[in-house]
Nanobody
Framework: QVQLVESGGGLVQAGGSLRLSCAAS????????MGWYRQTPGAQRELVAA???????NVKDPVKGRFTISRDNAENTVYLEMNRLKPDDTAVYYC?????????WGQGTQVTVSS
């Protein structure tokens, strides 16, 4: 079992920045690739970025150059630094293992970007 707690979301104007955090517990965090995902109403949850245990990252095209994923294995935490935010980035953001075959999710954190 994995417990995940996301934080750091909020309301921000377009062009602004936010930093999301995800605290993980319950299993050996450092053994898992982790991802940040997002979901809007009526849409499927989509991967935004992933980081493997050694820190190699994979950032998806819609956010490439604006978002950075990182992890601190000592603190069992994964981060998502979001810059130059756009209204299209508005969503609930979740962290989870990548791939998330066992559906381990936290409660998510809402990010709202106003135009």
């Amino acid at each position: 079992q994995v417990q995940l707690v996301e934080s750091g979301g909020g309301l921000v104007q377009a062009g602004g920045s936010l930093r999301l955090s995800c605290a993980a517990s319950g299993r050996t965090f450092s053994n898992y690739a982790m991802g940040w995902y997002r979901q809007t109403p009526g849409a499927q949850r989509e991967l935004v970025a992933a980081v493997n245990p050694s820190g190699t990252t994979n950032v998806k095209d819609p956010v490439k150059g604006r978002f950075t994923i990182s992890r601190d294995n000592a603190e069992n935490t994964v981060y998502l630094e979001m810059n130059r935010l756009k209204p299209d980035d508005t969503a609930v953001y979740y962290c989870g293992p990548y791939p998330n075959t066992r559906n381990y999710w936290g409660q998510g954190t809402q990010v709202t970007v106003s135009s």
